[in-house]
Nanobody
Framework: VQLQASGGGLVQPGGSLRLSCAASERISSFNVMGWYRQAPGKQRELVAL???????NYADSVKGRFTISRDNAENVVSLQMNGLKPEDTAVYYC?????????WGQGTQVTVSS
């Protein structure tokens, strides 16, 4: 399974970005798909997950600003990020899970700075 993340970049505070994760297999076959992020010197943390059983889950820090969505026809999972803050600066990783196997994409850098 390959996960290709894209859409990162440099944006000013308050701006928006849309990340996309293209999967090499049908995303409908994964129980879980989502996004994590890792800032310099910090541990990787959950941003948003879309799961078969529990629905959608967001980190408290992004609730109301970020929206995760799945496009089964295009095999793409997206993360719409609005109201970006400097503390959102990190490498964002796409992830997918099928039963007990977890897959990771290569990451895309998001930098929020004026």
């Amino acid at each position: 399974v390959q996960l290709q993340a894209s859409g990162g970049g440099l944006v000013q505070p308050g701006g928006s970005l849309r990340l996309s994760c293209a999967a090499s297999e049908r995303i409908s076959s994964f129980n879980v798909m989502g996004w994590y992020r890792q800032a310099p010197g910090k541990q990787r943390e959950l941003v948003a997950l879309s799961t078969d059983v529990l629905g959608i889950n967001y980190a408290d820090s992004v609730k109301g600003r970020f929206t995760i969505s799945r496009d089964n026809a295009e095999n793409v999972v997206s993360l719409q990020m609005n109201g970006l803050k400097p503390e959102d600066t990190a490498v964002y990783y796409c992830t997918a899970a099928r039963l007990s196997t977890v897959y990771w994409g290569q990451g895309t850098q998001v930098t929020v700075s004026s």
